[in-house]
């Protein structure tokens, strides 16, 4: 700092710019050598992050690389008669009806309890990767959910048919429990379950996308008490 303000000076008193010249062979390397780094950076899509010592002694430099985007794809096949319908999803074979009170046989799940298990599932598969990562690690034995969803039904049987709706047919809520059960021996605050609950809503793709479509989740996870089915079974 000290010789880029030497250096600064003597430039203004003979009315020129700066120029590399200006510095010693030493000073020209650490520039050069600098500005190489940094066009590599650049090239990599890299930001350097200078960060200054408490006392002004150096610089560090820290590149962040931008994360890699990697694109899932779901692909389900399915067919569909009256009220029911069934689905291929991989291997997995899965159906749907409605209840015989909305015209339907009852055969099979409503798909909006589908949807509702489907959250179930993806927090589950969710929370125990986070659970892993946890620092410390908590040790998750299982889950278990008591969850209800609200919509308006109107939204879907107002008539007459070939006008809009004056109600959304989306879900408008979900509200229930999350008991949260640890493996045996493991001991856990519910500021941890807490922690854990919001890191599994971050990055929870069922609940981001309910989330986003305007449905309030008004779901609590609580840390259940020590169960005699949890004991001496693995993590």
């Known amino acids: 700092q000290a010789l880029g303000s030497s250096i600064a000076a003597l430039c203004a008193h003979e009315g020129r710019p700066p120029c590399l010249a200006d510095l010693s062979p030493f000073a020209r390397a650490c520039a050069c050598a600098h500005a190489q780094a940094s066009r590599a950076m650049l090239r990599l899509g890299g930001v350097a992050v200078l960060r200054a010592g408490r006392r002004g002694v150096g ?7 931008p994360v890699s985007r990697r694109s ?18 991989g291997s997995h074979l899965v159906r749907t009806d409605v209840p015989k009170s909305l015209g339907g046989r009852d055969t099979a799940a409503q798909p909006v309890e589908l949807l509702i298990a489907a959250l179930m599932g993806c927090e589950t598969a969710t ?10 690690r908590l040790r998750l034995r299982r889950i278990a959910f ?15 048919i070939e006008q809009k709706p004056q ?39 069922v609940a981001s996308t309910l989330r986003a479509g305007g449905c309030e989740m008004a779901i609590r996870w609580v840390l259940a ?4 089915a949890d004991e001496g079974t693995p993590e």
């Open 59 to 65: 610089a560090r430099a820290k590149a962040q690389l």
């Open 72 to 89: 899932m794809t779901y692909r389900v096949f399915g067919q569909g008669s009256g009220s029911a319908a069934e689905f291929t999803c």
């Open 127 to 136: 929370a125990t990767y986070v659970a892993r990562h946890m620092k410390p």
């Open 146 to 160: 008591e969850y209800s969803a609200e919509r308006n039904d109107a939204g879907a049987q107002e008539l007459p």
């Open 167 to 205: 109600h959304e047919a989306r879900l408008t809520a979900i509200r229930g429990t999350a008991h949260v059960h640890l493996a045996a021996g493991a001991v856990e605050t519910s500021d941890r379950i807490a922690l854990l609950q919001e890191l599994v809503e971050q990055r929870c793709p």
């Open 225 to 228: 008490p020590p169960s005699a």
